[in-house]
C-alpha cells in the first residue's frame, strides 16, 4: 500500500517515567534526507544517555551512520531501488529485529516498508514523519521526536561525532591537502539538469577568488565517479589548486573531510546536506528544487533558490524554457560576493 498526503500521521507517545531502553530510528532514503536527521538524532542522544539508539537504512546509505558514536547498532535494508527487493531483505531481517524489543521507534521515513517494520516490532511507543507539510526537513524531522512526549530538543543542531576523528585525513594528505590554506569545496553535483549551475562558474568562481581574495588557496572536488568528468574539466583549468579526490573516499570519509573546510559552494546533492551538517559555511545553488523542503538551515548557510520565479522550484527535471534560467541567473561574480558576505556575517 503506498501512503498518500491525506493518511494521518500516528504517534504513541512514551507515558512511562523513565526513559526507554531501546529505541529504533528509521530512515531508508535517500543520502542527502537521511543525513539530514543525524544532528537531531544527535540531540536525543544528548537528552537520553541511559537509552541505547540503533538505526534502520538501506545498505548504500549505512556508512556514515555506522561511523557515528550515537549510534549502538545500524541495521541495513538490501534490495537496490527495488520494491520487491528491499521487502524480501526486510522479512529477513525482521526476526533480529524483534528480538532487540524496542520500546520505542521514530519512524523518519513513513512509507509502506518503514510502516511494515514498525508494525511487526510492535514498540510501546512510536511517532511518524509528517512527509508533506511545507516545513523543512529538519524541522519536521525535530518535531517527529518531540511528538513522542521524552525529553524535548530544540532547534540547536549538536556536532555528530566519529568514531574515528582522522577518518579520510591520510587520504586528504596525501593528495596535497596543506591546513595552513584555505578550502573551498567545488560541488557540481546535481542529479539532473535543472538543478546544475554551469560548470564554467565554477571555474570563474574559482579563478576569481584566486585573482581577488587568496592567490594561495585550494580547492577540492569530492563526491561520486558521477561527477569525474566535470572533476577532470576543473583540473585542466585549476591545476595543483585543485584537489581531485572524486571516487576515493567513502561517505564518512568525506564527512570528515568537509568538516576542514573553510566554505562550500554546491548544488543540491547528499554533499550538500552534509556540509551545512557538519557546520561549514555552505552556499546552496537550487534550481528546480522545492527549497522549503530540503535547504540548509541556520546562520551559516546561504540557500540561492528559485522561489522568487512564476516558474520556480518546479520539480521539472528539464527547464520549459531550455535555458535553466534558475540557475544561470547567477554569475560566479555575484555568488563570489555572497559567499564574501556569508563569511563576513
Known sequence: MVRGMNEPIRVLRWTRPQHPKKLL????????????????????RNSL??????????????????????????????????????????????????????????????NALSCFVRRLVHPRSFSEFDRFSANSAGERTRKTINELGLEPIDESTPPLHLRDEYRGMEKLAANGYNPSKFLIVLNPAGSFVTRLWPLKNYLEFALRWKEKLDPDVQFIILGLNTIMEKALVLKSTLGDRLINMVGTTTTSEAFNILRHANLVLSEDSGLLHMAWVAGVPTVALFGSTRSVWSKPLGKRSVCLDSSDLECGECLQPTCQFGDVRCLTRHTSEFVLDVARRLLAG
Open 25 to 44: 530510528a528509521i530512515r531508508l532514503q535517500a543520502l542527502g534526507d537521511t543525513v539530514i536527521t543525524l544532528p537531531y538524532l544527535q540531540a536525543l
Open 49 to 110: 544517555p541511559t537509552t541505547r539508539i540503533d538505526f534502520l537504512t538501506r545498505e548504500e546509505f549505512q556508512d556514515l551512520p555506522r561511523n557515528l558514536k550515537m549510534f549502538h547498532r545500524v541495521h541495513t535494508i538490501g534490495g537496490g531501488r527495488e520494491t520487491a527487493g528491499q521487502f524480501a531483505s526486510t522479512v529477513n531481517l525482521l526476526p533480529q529485529l524483534r528480538r532487540e524489543k524496542y520500546d520505542v521507534v521514530i519512524d523518519l521515513q513513513r
